[in-house]
């Protein structure tokens, strides 16, 4: 943990800190970019890593949310059209995966 105040390092001007880590190390971060796009990233809260991109949108993404473990990133996003739940690796390798067939938002763990 942080032993004094110190801002947190964030990848844009309108970047809003969502999520803690599980380990309290890093947090997920929306970027709200001109045109509507939306991308979420991971800072490391020390500032000892750059912060990094996760997910790029070209509609909009939101509700970061950490898995128990750390190992995953929850969100929702309307790039498809209509606001769904996808899953993405926070090492950045594997992509992204929608688990919600029919529509959904704002996800919690543990996912079905």
């Given at each position: 943990?942080?032993?004094?105040?110190?801002?947190?390092?964030?990848?844009?001007?309108?970047?809003?800190?969502?999520?803690?880590?599980?380990?309290?190390?890093?947090?997920?971060?929306?970027n709200?970019?001109?045109?509507?796009?939306?991308?979420?990233?991971?800072?490391?809260?020390?500032?000892?890593?750059?912060?990094?991109?996760?997910?790029?949108?070209?509609?909009?993404?939101?509700?970061?949310?950490?898995?128990?473990?750390?190992?995953w990133?929850?969100?929702?996003?309307d790039?498809?059209?209509?606001?769904?739940?996808?899953?993405?690796?926070?090492?950045?390798?594997?992509?992204?995966?929608?688990?919600?067939?029919?529509?959904?938002?704002?996800?919690?763990?543990?996912?079905?």
């Amino acid at each position: 943990m942080l032993s004094e105040e110190q801002p947190v390092p964030t990848p844009g001007l309108d970047a809003t800190p969502f999520d803690w880590s599980p380990d309290a190390k890093y947090l997920s971060v929306v970027n709200y970019l001109q045109g509507g796009q939306i991308d979420l990233w991971q800072v490391r809260v020390d500032g000892s890593e750059k912060p990094r991109r996760l997910v790029e949108t070209i509609k909009g993404a939101d509700s970061p949310v950490y898995s128990p473990d750390g190992k995953w990133l929850a969100y929702h996003s309307d790039d498809s059209g209509r606001s769904e739940v996808y899953v993405v690796a926070v090492d950045g390798h594997g992509g992204k995966w929608q688990l919600s067939p029919t529509g959904g938002g704002n996800p919690r763990w543990p996912l079905p």
